[in-house]
């Protein structure tokens, strides 16, 4: 059974650091492209950052030179370092992973509210 399980949003300034981690189980973690997307209230998902099996990297232009992805295959972990928050940045994050984009397999998701 695959599980993907995500950690690590809350409340933050803007301005501040959030790091998102994505711990996956039930899959070959090394194989598969890891994806965080967000999905804000009455906004479509969307696709925040990618990092594929051979770790690169892709970004939405909203994010870039604020968010940083990575993967960890010794820990079956990938994380968003967010900097720089702001309240656009206000979603629900999703993990995902797979080897099409998007992949087959979801996160249920963890809040991230940016405000003062």
């Known amino acids: 059974q695959v599980q993907l399980v995500e950690s690590g949003g809350g409340l933050v300034q803007p301005g501040g650091s959030l790091r998102l981690s994505c711990a996956a189980s039930g899959i070959i973690f090394s194989t598969n492209n890891m994806a965080w997307y967000r999905q804000a209230p009455g906004k479509q998902r969307e696709l925040v950052a990618l990092?594929?099996?051979?770790?690169?990297?892709n970004y939405a232009d909203s994010v870039k030179g604020r968010f940083t992805i990575s993967r960890d295959n010794a820990k079956n972990t990938a994380y968003l370092q967010m900097n720089s928050l702001k309240p656009e940045d206000t979603a629900v994050y999703y993990c995902?992973?797979?080897?099409?984009?998007?992949?087959?397999?979801w996160g249920k998701g963890t809040l991230v509210t940016v405000s003062s």
């Open positions: 995902n992973a797979g080897t099409v984009l998007p992949g087959s397999y």
């Open positions: 990092i594929t099996s051979g770790g690169s990297a």
